[in-house]
């Protein structure tokens, strides 16, 4: 069983409309939860993250972690043409490495 | 000019040759990280360097060997390439044991 599950799409919506990118994972021992957006023929940059469970809202994004059912969500509200890209799903593993383990990513493209 | 630089970009080359690739970095930052990426299995870890004295294998470093030669700089080589190495490949650095890694913008590499 992978790490990290991320459901790989491609998703695609018209421009406006809210998206839901989800993802689970298995080691109940996680503790920082991460996305990270990739666009094409870039590197990934992180885009949000959260310590723990709860929500936590960046303008048009909102980073959601359900740790009861290892359930990591992200939202974006009025997507835009530029939100198209691929969203990696991360999460920090224990110490001492604290090395990051990533989801295989969903690609969301945004039609105007 | 970027933080993080990668070089070459793009990297053809036959079975059984020896290649580096090299990444440097201007963020100042102790921690350097080679991944790779494939369609489907997301970024996977090589090799990571937590200074220029500290070198370890991550989870894929089976035909892979590293160089931290300053802590700006860290090469990776494949000794006698084979197909199944082609791939994206990038170099991160993170500050200490952060979440938040930066990446350079990846060298695309195909073993013919």
């Known amino acids: 069983q992978k790490e990290v599950e991320q459901d790989p799409g491609p998703l695609s919506v018209p421009e406006g409309a809210i998206v839901s990118l989800n993802c689970t994972y298995s080691?109940?021992?996680?503790?920082?939860f991460m996305w990270y957006r990739q666009y094409s023929r870039k590197g990934p940059e992180l885009l949000m993250y959260t310590y723990s469970s709860g929500n936590k809202e960046d303008g048009r994004f909102t980073a959601q972690v359900d740790k009861s059912s290892k359930y990591i969500s992200l939202f974006i509200r009025d997507s835009q043409p530029s939100d198209s890209a691929t969203y990696l799903c991360?999460?920090?593993?224990?110490?001492?490495?604290?090395?990051?383990?990533f989801g295989s990513g969903t690609q969301l493209t945004v039609l105007p | 000019d970027a933080d993080v630089t990668q070089t070459p970009r793009n990297r053809i080359t036959k079975t059984g040759k020896r290649i580096m690739l090299e990444c440097s970095q201007t963020k100042g930052h102790d921690r350097m990280y080679w991944y790779r990426q494939d369609p489907g299995l997301g970024l996977r870890l090589i090799y990571y360097s937590f200074d220029v004295k500290d070198i370890n294998k991550g989870e894929i470093s089976d035909g892979y060997s590293v160089s931290r030669q300053a802590q700006a700089k860290f090469s990776l080589s494949l000794e006698s390439a084979i197909p199944n190495q082609t791939a994206l490949y990038f170099c991160a650095t993170s500050e200490g044991s952060a979440y938040e890694q930066y990446f350079g913008p990846g060298t695309r590499l195909t073993v013919t």
């Open positions: 080691n109940s021992a996680f503790q920082y």
């Open positions: 991360v999460v920090n593993s224990l110490p001492p490495t604290r090395q990051l383990t």
